[in-house]
């Protein structure tokens, strides 16, 4: 990193950039508190970050507001100005700066990852691209589409699904319903299973009309030789791509591969759309919200939104076309083509096929802009609660977590939402606890917050902006540490404690007291309701399940509602052997006599299963 400017020695003074190279870089702007309010990239450092520390006056309002802003700086010194390029937008999305345009949504946008390094590779969602062989698709900025086009894809080219790849005897039911080839019982040879996967790839990077004359191909081998259930099989499949296909709008006579992008915006909030066109198709359409102030210019605005989005993106089109054009083209062209490793223009078109195309992303960039404003009311209490907990925005989705169990046994976990302050009952879940011994809340929650967000990010689901966890201080650290394990972010998380109603929030040692009329207390009571609820009904399902399957069962004197009676005080037949008989006989319908009868009975058990577990 390069050196660091000095600090002003009181309210006014300038940073000289004497002592700064000529060379190309980045710079990082912060204000008097040492907040980084700014990065930017320059191809001379020195001169650039003379127009915010000089005196002449500046025509543009936004340098003005930086440089009254400005206190220190920092700049890191690259070889090139596309290295300056690809480091500017890394820094963007780590501190998100203030004055720099923005992603709105600060989470890692979903992929579809298809693991060809494996002999027998898998498709499924992820939000973490790595240089690991596989192959990915995205970034989707709407994860339900994404889902459809997952499930889509594994109907038309099946594939396996499992984590981990075993040999087997037998196949699982997936192959049974056709949605697995089953390499694990050697059903399909590993060359046949990647043509299938082969194919898969087609399909989700547009190029489907391949893939019909190919499967088409195998379909007449296959007729030709008389496999003629491998033939319908093929003919099924061609009718499934065509469906798809039919679907898909014809953008432009040429078979070409291109992104259009066009961007609308009002006042501080804006949406950029990504139409994905492949070979002459409309295979896609990304809508991205943004954010930037009020002095960002339209320039800037599209600039910063093609380094940040394209810096994650999977592929890269041959061409990508913008509704303006931009000074920074040429950098950021040479940059997306050595990220491609060919070549990759930016144009700004305008006339003919391609201006209409312009138009076209322009009127779906301003549907989505006005779709997004209509669905920014939120209701009172989630305007309410989101102004309370000081939060950037309103907290449209919020999940819960609860724990119940019975002094530690049938212990389980579930987690809720709501959305925009209504149930959003397909987002609910429930897990048995699995590492945790005894009545310790506390780990129970870290363990189901861990398993639930560590899922929710592979599957990429959508993220909370508010995680209530039903307890004190305790619980909410553990929260905090399992969501910070994960990866995570974007999402606040706090504690409501059952006794006061009081309100934890991390890095603060007091509880909050939420009026009790406020309609945000109200709402966050009704959550931790539901989720109680939703616990309690769930752990009761395994009592009954486990009263049904019982060593209780063979005991003389203890039918049905004995047995149910004793479940339900402690809550499994392992604790009714730790208690005493008297306290066995205080259970309603149980006298000493059965007490004791139980009571012998479990405790042969108990060395039986000791006996068993020594001679194994």
Same mark, same amino acid.
């Given at each position: 990193?390069?050196?660091?400017?000095?600090?002003?020695?009181?309210?006014?003074?300038?940073?000289?950039?004497?002592?700064?190279?000529?060379?190309?870089?980045?710079?990082?702007?912060?204000?008097?508190?040492?907040?980084?309010?700014?990065?930017?990239?320059?191809?001379?450092?020195?001169?650039?970050?003379?127009?915010?520390?000089?005196?002449?006056?500046?025509?543009?309002?936004?340098?003005?507001?930086?440089?009254?802003?400005?206190?220190?700086f920092d700049y890191i010194v690259t070889e090139s100005e596309t290295e300056a390029l690809v480091l500017e937008s890394n820094l963007i999305k780590e501190h998100r700066p203030r004055y720099n345009v923005k992603l709105k949504d600060d989470k890692r946008y979903?992929?579809?990852?298809?693991t060809l390094a494996e002999s027998f590779p898998r498709a499924y969602v992820t939000r973490a691209v790595k240089e690991d062989g596989s192959r990915y698709f995205g970034p989707y900025t709407d994860a339900r589409a994404m889902r459809r086009t997952l499930r889509?894809?594994?109907?038309?080219?099946?594939?396996? %699904?499992?984590?981990?790849?075993?040999?087997?005897?037998?196949?699982?039911? *997936?192959?049974?319903?056709?949605?697995?080839?089953?390499?694990?019982?050697?059903?399909?040879?590993?060359?046949?299973?990647?043509?299938?996967?082969?194919?898969?790839?087609?399909?989700?990077?547009?190029?489907?009309?391949?893939?019909?004359?190919? #499967?088409?191909?195998?379909?007449?081998?296959?007729?030709?030789? #008389?496999?003629?259930?491998?033939?319908?099989?093929?003919?099924?499949?061609?009718?499934?791509?065509?469906?798809?296909?039919?679907?898909?709008?014809?953008?432009?006579?040429?078979?070409?591969?291109?992104?259009?992008?066009?961007?609308?915006?009002?006042?501080?909030?804006?949406?950029?759309?990504?139409?994905?066109?492949?070979?002459?198709?409309?295979?896609?359409?990304?809508?991205?919200?943004?954010?930037?102030?009020?002095?960002?210019?339209?320039?800037?605005?599209?600039?910063?939104?093609?380094?940040?989005?394209?810096?994650?993106? +999977?592929?890269?089109?041959?061409?990508?076309?913008?509704? $303006?054009?931009?000074?920074?083209?040429? +950098?950021?062209?040479?940059?997306?083509?050595?990220?491609?490793?060919?070549?990759?223009?930016?144009?700004?078109?305008?006339?003919?096929?391609?201006?209409?195309?312009?138009?076209?992303?322009?009127?779906?960039?301003?549907?989505?802009?006005?779709?997004?404003?209509?669905?920014?009311?939120?209701?009172?209490?989630?305007?309410?609660?989101?102004?309370? #907990? *000081?939060?950037?925005?309103?907290?449209?989705?919020?999940?819960?977590?609860?724990?119940?169990?019975?002094?530690?046994?049938?212990?389980?976990?579930?987690?809720?939402?709501?959305?925009?302050?209504?149930?959003?009952?397909? #987002?609910?879940?429930?897990?048995?606890?699995?590492?945790?011994?005894?009545?310790?809340?506390?780990?129970?929650?870290?363990?189901?917050?861990?398993?639930?967000?560590?899922?929710?990010?592979?599957?990429?689901?959508?993220?909370?902006?508010?995680?209530?966890?039903?307890?004190?201080?305790?619980?909410?650290?553990?929260?905090?540490?399992?969501?910070?394990? %994960?990866?995570?972010?974007?999402?606040?998380?706090?504690?409501?404690?059952?006794?006061?109603? $009081?309100?934890?929030?991390?890095?603060?040692?007091?509880?909050?007291?939420?009026?009790?009329?406020?309609?945000?207390?109200?709402?966050?009571?009704?959550?931790?309701?539901?989720?109680?609820?939703?616990?309690? %009904?769930?752990?009761?399902?395994?009592?009954?399940?486990?009263?049904?399957?019982?060593?209780?069962?063979?005991? +003389?004197?203890?039918?049905?509602?004995?047995?149910?009676?004793?479940?339900?005080?402690?809550?499994?037949?392992?604790?009714?052997?730790?208690?005493?008989?008297?306290?066995?006989?205080?259970?309603?319908?149980?006298?000493?006599?059965?007490?004791?009868?139980?009571?012998?009975?479990?405790?042969?058990?108990?060395?039986?299963?000791?006996?068993?577990?020594?001679?194994?």
């Amino acid at each position: 990193m390069g050196a660091s400017g000095k600090e002003a020695q009181k309210k006014g003074a300038r940073v000289p950039p004497r002592r700064v190279p000529t060379c190309s870089g980045v710079y990082l702007l912060r204000d008097a508190n040492g907040r980084i309010i700014y990065v930017g990239k320059a191809r001379n450092l020195r001169n650039r970050l003379r127009t915010y520390t000089g005196k002449r006056e500046l025509p543009d309002h936004k340098a003005q507001i930086l440089r009254s802003r400005l206190s220190t700086f920092d700049y890191i010194v690259t070889e090139s100005e596309t290295e300056a390029l690809v480091l500017e937008s890394n820094l963007i999305k780590e501190h998100r700066p203030r004055y720099n345009v923005k992603l709105k949504d600060d989470k890692r946008y979903p992929f579809i990852k298809v693991t060809l390094a494996e002999s027998f590779p898998r498709a499924y969602v992820t939000r973490a691209v790595k240089e690991d062989g596989s192959r990915y698709f995205g970034p989707y900025t709407d994860a339900r589409a994404m889902r459809r086009t997952l499930r889509l894809v594994r109907h038309m080219f099946p594939a396996r %699904t499992c984590k981990t790849f075993k040999l087997r005897p037998r196949p699982c039911l *997936n192959h049974q319903i056709g949605r697995c080839p089953a390499p694990c019982s050697g059903k399909v040879t590993e060359e046949e299973y990647r043509r299938g996967i082969e194919e898969l790839c087609l399909f989700l990077s547009g190029h489907a009309e391949e893939v019909v004359s190919r #499967l088409d191909n195998r379909m007449k081998q296959a007729v030709s030789s #008389l496999r003629f259930e491998e033939a319908a099989t093929l003919r099924d499949r061609i009718a499934d791509i065509d469906k798809v296909v039919e679907r898909q709008r014809v953008l432009t006579a040429t078979r070409v591969d291109r992104d259009v992008v066009a961007i609308d915006h009002h006042e501080q909030y804006g949406v950029a759309s990504v139409v994905r066109i492949r070979g002459g198709k409309m295979i896609g359409c990304e809508n991205v919200p943004l954010e930037f102030t009020a002095e960002t210019s339209r320039e800037e605005m599209r600039a910063g939104f093609l380094k940040q989005f394209y810096s994650v993106a +999977a592929e890269l089109p041959p061409e990508i076309l913008v509704d $303006e054009d931009m000074r920074e083209a040429e +950098a950021i062209s040479t940059w997306l083509r050595k990220r491609a490793g060919r070549a990759v223009s930016i144009r700004f078109p305008k006339r003919g096929e391609k201006l209409q195309l312009i138009a076209f992303a322009r009127e779906n960039a301003k549907t989505a802009l006005r779709r997004a404003f209509d669905n920014r009311q939120v209701p009172k209490a989630v305007a309410d609660l989101g102004l309370f #907990l *000081n939060m950037k925005r309103p907290p449209r989705l919020i999940s819960a977590v609860d724990i119940s169990n019975i002094q530690g046994t049938l212990a389980v976990g579930t987690v809720i939402s709501f959305r925009d302050a209504r149930p959003d009952r397909a #987002l609910y879940r429930k897990y048995r606890i699995r590492t945790v011994k005894g009545s310790d809340d506390c780990a129970m929650i870290y363990e189901v917050v861990r398993r639930h967000f560590s899922a929710a990010l592979r599957e990429g689901q959508e993220l909370p902006d508010l995680l209530l966890v039903d307890g004190g201080k305790g619980q909410l650290r553990k929260a905090v540490e399992a969501v910070r394990r %994960t990866g995570a972010r974007g999402m606040t998380v706090v504690a409501l404690a059952k006794r006061e109603e $009081e309100l934890f929030v991390p890095g603060r040692a007091s509880a909050l007291l939420i009026p009790d009329e406020s309609a945000a207390k109200r709402l966050l009571q009704r959550i931790r309701d539901e989720v109680h609820r939703f616990s309690i %009904t769930y752990h009761r399902s395994l009592r009954k399940k486990a009263a049904r399957e019982s060593i209780l069962d063979g005991i +003389a004197g203890v039918g049905g509602s004995r047995k149910t009676a004793l479940l339900e005080r402690f809550g499994s037949a392992a604790a009714v052997a730790e208690r005493s008989e008297d306290e066995i006989a205080e259970v309603s319908g149980i006298g000493i006599r059965t007490a004791r009868r139980i009571k012998e009975a479990l405790e042969q058990e108990g060395r039986g299963g000791r006996a068993r577990k020594r001679s194994d």
